[in-house]
């Protein structure tokens, strides 16, 4: 009893901190949305400080696995598995230059909706159907030939811990259109930050980067590797802490 009143109440701090923190970060940095892309690189980095402060008050540690699978040259997508929050945080202390796919109710989300679009992610609306993939295209290749990596979770929204939904096809359409590498990124940060609750548990999570899915695999057979790579990786993963089920 007195565990779980210690986690309420430091899940209602690190609300207040979350909130704090990135609203007083974005203010300082709204003079820079006005200044071109490639002047704005700071506000990231310093959304990534403010992870590393939220991920102390909660007691959480990311161990990174696999970094010498990135390419040493040239562009890539890293295609992540997507169980928490805590994605939008981690991937800039792994990874420089690096670009965000999200679709646009993201956006309208008070305070971190107004990030999101001053770092000029690209925002889909996933209504739009093919004009959306193609726009996605678009800027994506814009952003790749500035020197950018992209980042995009294939299933579209957080999934639960040991839940698998099916990859969208759009990663496979950008994998064939830009030529390039994608990194299959396994994780296991929904035991930590579940999906949808406001309480958050101490442990070591895993981000794993897998080797790269080379260019010139046929559409459908990418997707259905990329899906199980990504997903069996995940099962792998060592449980972060014994909180979870309680």
Not at 2 to 10: G, S
Not at 188 to 213: Q, S
Request: hydrophobic share 45%; with cysteine.
């Amino acid at each position: 009893m007195m565990l779980k009143l210690f986690f309420w109440l430091r899940a209602f701090i690190f609300t207040i901190v979350l909130y704090a923190l990135v609203l007083s970060w974005t203010i300082l940095c709204l003079p820079a949305f006005l200044l071109p892309v490639k002047k704005r690189e700071f506000v990231p980095i310093g959304m990534a400080v403010i992870g590393q402060v939220l991920m102390r008050l909660i007691g959480i540690k990311i161990k990174v696995e696999g970094l010498e699978n990135l390419p040493k040259e040239g562009g890539y997508i890293l295609a992540s598995k997507h169980q928490s929050a805590l994605e939008s945080f981690i991937f800039h202390k792994s990874v420089n230059k690096i670009i965000y796919v999200l679709k646009r109710e993201l956006t309208w989300i008070p305070v971190v909706g107004w990030w999101f679009r001053g770092t000029n992610c690209i925002v889909i609306n996933r209504a739009g159907a093919g004009k959306a993939m193609k726009q996605m295209f678009e800027e994506t290749k814009k952003r790749m030939e500035q020197g950018y990596h992209l980042v995009i979770f294939p299933e579209g929204t957080r999934t639960p811990v040991g839940k698998r939904i099916p990859f969208s096809p759009g990663i496979a359409l950008l994998y064939e259109k830009l030529d390039t590498p994608v990194i299959p990124v396994a994780l296991n940060t929904g035991y930590c930050w579940p999906k949808n609750k406001l309480i958050k548990y101490p442990g070591t999570v895993t981000v794993r980067f897998l080797p790269a899915i080379e260019k010139g695999m046929e559409r459908r057979a990418f997707l259905k590797a990329l899906e199980e790579t990504v997903n069996d990786a995940v099962d792998t993963l060592p449980k972060p802490n014994t909180y979870f089920d309680k």
